[in-house]
């Protein structure tokens, strides 16, 4: 086998050193009763040209973003990497270490952390960022969490603009944890949230872009949130939007989280990706995850080391701030080279274009006969209205080789006011023929 | 600080600036086309102003992330010691197949229909890991461990409620690792430790006391943080399932028995696999992980959303559950599908022969470095030993020379310290998993270091362990001054 | 001033006018290590002897304070957010934590003087 070192004549030298007549022995421990004797159904051994066949195989199954006309977000978007983020991310000494719990040799792991912590301050407006969360799902759960543990308040007010998946994640997550959650729908008309706010609240939780690509300045809802002694949890499920829109932290947000998939990784039907946290520096020692910090060496020389530990699991247990160990580190690699290759000025770029991709997709869409949009006002995603169900519209369209949007009704399909809308996103991999081919079926699934 | 060179570098050894400090003004390292200079359309949202991002060209940041790479010890250039951590050989298949585009530009909320080839490699994965633990089913959500720890804690308390039994205790035993008594704090439970015995296994008759009925699991990892199969496991599950509590199992060491015995059969619940540890996801300098965890019946049906199912030969992704009874979703999408085909790939290539020759291999190799070690170190508890073995500072005594001194000094002699003062329960403990990756002649001349350091440490050569690293590109840094004043973004005053 | 008295958890306290001064023993700062943090309760919170009071961190480690009395917290030592190493350096002096009104002046009796303590430590090691 190609990844074993060992040989026969190995094993046998080894277990006479340990003194042991066979690797039976050495399973002493493991009652015999329970032993699996016979190998488990399950194929044998290939090399690398089958297995790569096989998986190809299955990969070739799919329809996506390189082979249709792909116009798909709701918190996953198709983006271009540079070619030097996969070539980098792929060096062994990032790809195969492990945490750097050794800081005078890992290094490279922790001076990357403390710029991405930088990048993903100076991007949501923040004054302090962790080392990465598993997704922006869970991040905003743990940003409810860590209200209540700020606030010392039980009672957490969910924007129905909110993604219904990051809703039902915060739901899971403070299931057992005594707070209140009070969700309200997700609906086009948009429900009061200041009307919510009281001084049981611990922090009131909303999305920028919303589930329907709207934006919303905060300021005033950060400002009712303060007076009431209350956070404010903004969350960002594209962060290329960042490039573009008065970042949360302007608007008065206590804590961001934000889902950096966009920068530096693919969509990968889901994961992973990678998870940004960011708040103000006097909430940091109620944060969760792990954090890098400047510090020096015996020679003053300017380092990084994992600081703050004792708000982690593996110091403080069952009192910690989360359970979360691993996180996304090499998502979050690939999300800092990203950035560090657009840069100021590529970022705003990306952004710029990102936005005219969606109005023109928009404009051509709006056209057509029975299609209209309730946004005013957008990113690189907006919601159209269709004349019917917009889920069979997705069908139809997924049966013409084009991946035309999301219907909104997938996350609740009971809830008759969405039934006709359809989430539709561009980006600056948008091509005029993807709008065309889109625009085209559209008008002939319709008419 | 310089160093000894004018410019800081020292031969292969670069000084590099952050990122921030490599700033050229107007640099970018990529070319995009012009936007057409559209009025933007933000509704009531005003176009932001500066952001303070560094402007860099493409070779730049390549030459920069080069050089922070290799600052980093890694499993590519030695073996990686760390106990409980599994840093084992990532095969270089697997990070091509990931990169096949109907992999990676595959979105999780296309058409179902048009997936199917994702469905299909999840179902696979998931056939295997049931396969490989003899259980029911498996969710396959989970980010990493302590992820899944939080899955199969959720559907334990929810199968209690369900049978109208809400139970408020988890035992964990205190060799545990800390993610177990956090994610029982998540799910609402109090924690109870469990004492270790003198064989460093769960003291049985401690065990016995702190089991009630109300007590909802015990939470054990076998083989357990000392490396040591846990030799009461029926008796414990038995017990267990008597007073109507549930066995989880933290899968951290699943690479030690994996293909030779089916945690299922050893009365095991819930069980969430690393795929990072046993099935060779890279670690990626601290994730991304994935932590599926296998299920037994009672508890499948409180399984997190989305589930995959068999409709004829089609593959459908579950995304709510007719009767309500999922515990609810832990994620915005369905899982960590780029470590799934990694795992796959891997595990595909090992086959069922060949996963278990890694269990043997594994438990050889540890064997072995008990062994050789034994004479130089202190083994607290006799072996045989599974995947990793477990010393003691006992033999440092009235040297001057802690664990961390040795472990500095096996920097200087080029290896990754292994994992230390971890588990709690024995004195400057020293965990070694050298996994089933590393030759005879790798295993040798680490252990050749390992006895000349303890017999350095032993002469009394503290001048050696108290100076060490010296030779790493950076010595013992401050992490008091770290915690005390913490930096955590650069600034542009900070410079 | 009183005289310092400690508790089994290696609190001290100070006791004058009904006021006591807590802090930690030089034997309990010794074994954290450099302290690195002190999470102190706000004024007015009322404490039962034997509560958590505050938490004291080191790098690698976090370890709770435990009210050796029962009382109202009346003052806490603000200074130690910039200076934590006061902890380490200064005990028995301008390391101190809270001060805490006592509700029960018996509970005092409970506590070891000096020789007591010293007697206390020589047993543990």
């Known amino acids: ?447 | 600080m310089s160093g000894m060179t004018s410019g800081g570098h020292r031969g292969l050894v670069m000084d590099e600036p952050l990122l921030f400090e490599l700033d050229g003004g107007g640099r970018s390292g990529v070319d995009l086309p012009e936007p057409e200079g559209r009025t933007p359309k933000l509704g009531g949202v005003r176009p932001r102003q500066a952001i303070g991002l560094p402007g860099v060209s493409e070779p730049e940041v390549i030459r920069h992330f080069t050089r922070l790479s290799q600052k980093n010890y890694a499993i590519d250039s030695g073996l990686y010691p760390l106990g409980s951590c599994t840093m084992k050989h990532n095969p270089r298949l697997n990070e091509k197949v990931v990169r096949l585009p109907g992999f990676a530009m595959a979105h999780p909320l296309q058409p179902q229909a048009t997936a199917q080839g994702c469905l299909e490699l999840i179902a696979t994965l998931a056939h295997w890991l049931t396969t490989l633990t003899g259980m029911q089913g498996v969710a396959m959500s989970p980010a990493a461990g302590a992820h899944g720890e939080f899955a199969g804690l959720m559907c334990i308390r929810a199968a209690l409620t369900a049978r109208g039994d809400a139970r408020r205790r988890i035992l964990v035993p205190e060799s545990a690792h800390g993610t177990n008594p956090a994610t029982a704090a998540l799910c609402d439970y109090r924690v109870n430790t469990v004492p270790c015995d003198a064989r460093g296994r769960v003291d049985l008759a401690a065990f016995e006391r702190a089991l009630d009925d109300d007590v909802a699991a015990l939470m054990l990892t076998n083989p357990n943080t000392c490396g040591l199969f846990e030799t009461d496991i029926m008796t414990i599950s038995g017990m267990l399932h008597s007073a109507g509590a549930f066995l989880y199992a933290d899968g951290a060491n699943f690479n030690a028995i994996v293909g030779r015995v089916r945690p299922g059969d050893l009365g095991v619940d819930a069980m969430h696999i690393n795929l990072h540890k046993t099935f060779s996801t890279p670690h990626g300098g601290g994730g991304p992980g994935s932590g599926p965890v296998v299920l037994c019946e009672e508890l499948l049906p409180f399984a997190p959303l989305p589930r995959i199912k068999a409709d004829g030969d089609d593959w459908q992704l579950i995304e709510r559950d007719s009767d309500g009874r999922a515990f609810g979703r832990l994620r915005a999408f369905h899982g960590q599908m780029g470590m799934f085909v990694r795992a796959l790939a891997y595990m595909m290539s090992h086959g069922a022969d060949g996963l278990r020759q890694v269990a043997e291999d594994a438990v050889l190799n540890a064997n072995y470095v008990l062994a050789r070690l034994s004479g130089a170190y202190n083994a607290p508890f006799p072996g045989p030993c599974m995947h990793e073995c477990l010393f003691d500072d006992r033999n440092l005594k009235d040297t001057g020379i802690s664990t961390l001194d040795i472990a500095k000094a096996m920097i200087d002699e080029g290896y990754h310290p292994m994992t230390m003062y971890f588990p709690l329960i024995v004195h400057g403990a020293m965990l070694i998993e050298p996994t089933e990756t590393e030759s005879r002649q790798s295993i040798d001349r680490f252990c050749d270091v390992m006895v000349h350091l303890a017999d350095e440490a032993r002469k009394g050569n503290q001048e050696l362990f108290h100076s060490a690293p010296r030779f790493a590109p950076w010595k013992r840094l401050d992490e008091t001054a770290a915690a005390r004043r913490p930096v955590l973004t650069w600034t542009p005053d900070t410079t | ?125």
């Not at chain 3, 200064?90 to 509970?107: C, D, K, Q, T």
Request: proline share 4%.
């Open chain 1, 1 to 447: 086998m190609r990844y074993l070192p060992l040989t026969d004549t190995d094993r046998a030298a080894m277990l006479e050193v340990v003194g042991a007549r066979s690797i039976d022995d050495l399973y002493g421990d493991v009652p015999q009763d329970v032993w699996c004797e016979e190998l488990l159904d399950l194929p044998l051994h290939q090399g690398e040209i089958e297995v790569e066949r096989a998986l190809s195989a299955m990969a070739e199954k799919n329809l996506h973003g390189g082979n249709a006309p792909f116009f798909l977000g709701c918190g996953a978007y198709r983006h271009h990497v540079p070619a030097a983020v996969d070539a980098l991310i792929q060096r062994g000494e990032f790809l195969t270490s492990y945490t750097p719990y050794q800081p005078e040799i890992s290094q490279g792991t922790l001076q990357m952390l403390f710029e991405f912590q930088t990048m993903v301050a100076m991007l949501t407006g923040m004054e302090v960022a962790n080392a990465s969360m598993y997704d922006g799902a869970s991040a905003a759960a743990e940003a409810v969490l860590m209200a209540s543990r700020v606030t010392r308040r039980r009672r957490a007010v969910v924007s129905g603009g909110l993604h219904p998946h990051y809703r039902d994640t915060v739901s899971t997550y403070v299931r057992h944890a005594d707070l209140e959650v009070v969700t309200l729908p997700m609906a086009v008309q948009e429900a009061d949230l200041e009307s919510q706010i009281d001084g049981s609240t611990a922090c009131v939780v909303v999305q920028i872009p919303d589930i329907f690509g709207r934006l919303h300045d905060f300021s005033a809802l950060a400002d009712a949130c303060h007076r009431a002694g209350a956070l404010l949890v903004v969350a960002v499920n594209e962060v290329v939007s960042l490039g573009l829109l008065t970042p949360p932290g302007d608007m008065g947000a206590d804590i961001v989280v934000c889902e950096g998939q966009s920068l530096g990784n693919s969509l990968g039907f889901g994961g992973p990706y990678v998870g940004l946290f960011a708040t103000r520096k006097r909430h940091v020692r109620q944060m969760p995850g792990r954090l890098a910090g400047e510090t020096v060496d015996a020679d003053g020389r300017r380092g990084w080391v994992l600081t703050l530990s004792t708000r982690e699991q593996h110091i403080r247990r069952e009192k910690a701030t989360s359970n979360i160990c691993t996180n996304s580190g090499l998502c979050a690699l690939a999300f800092t080279i990203h950035l560090a290759l657009l840069g100021e000025h590529g970022l705003a770029r990306l952004a710029a274009l990102n936005h005219e991709a969606a109005q023109r997709t928009m404009e051509r869409l709006i056209a057509i006969n029975g299609v209209s949009t309730p946004n005013d006002g957008f990113f690189n995603e907006f919601t159209i209205e269709l004349p019917g169900p917009a889920a069979e519209v997705v069908d139809q369209l997924a049966e013409r080789g084009i991946l035309g949007g999301v219907p909104l009704s997938r996350f609740e399909p009971a809830n008759g006011a969405l039934a006709n809308l359809m989430l539709v996103a561009a980006t600056e991999l948008t091509t005029t023929g993807e709008i065309d081919a889109l625009a085209g079926a559209l008008q002939e699934i319709l008419s």
């Open chain 3, 1 to 125: 001033m009183g005289k310092r008295l400690y508790s089994r958890e290696h609190e001290w306290i100070d006791v004058d006018d009904g006021i006591g001064t807590v802090g930690i023993s030089d034997y309990a700062q010794e074994q954290l290590g450099d302290v690195v943090f002190v999470e102190l309760p706000e004024s007015g919170h009322e404490v039962e002897s034997g509560d958590e009071l505050c938490v004291v961190e080191s790098v690698k480690a976090a370890s709770e304070v435990y009210a050796p009395v029962s009382g109202e917290v009346v003052e806490v030592n603000d200074a130690l957010g910039d200076d934590p190493a006061e902890v380490n350096a200064n005990p028995y002096g301008s390391g101190w934590f809270v001060w805490i009104r006592l509700a029960n002046a018996g509970e005092l009796d409970e506590l070891m003087d000096e020789d007591a303590y010293r007697e206390y430590l020589g047993e543990l090691a």
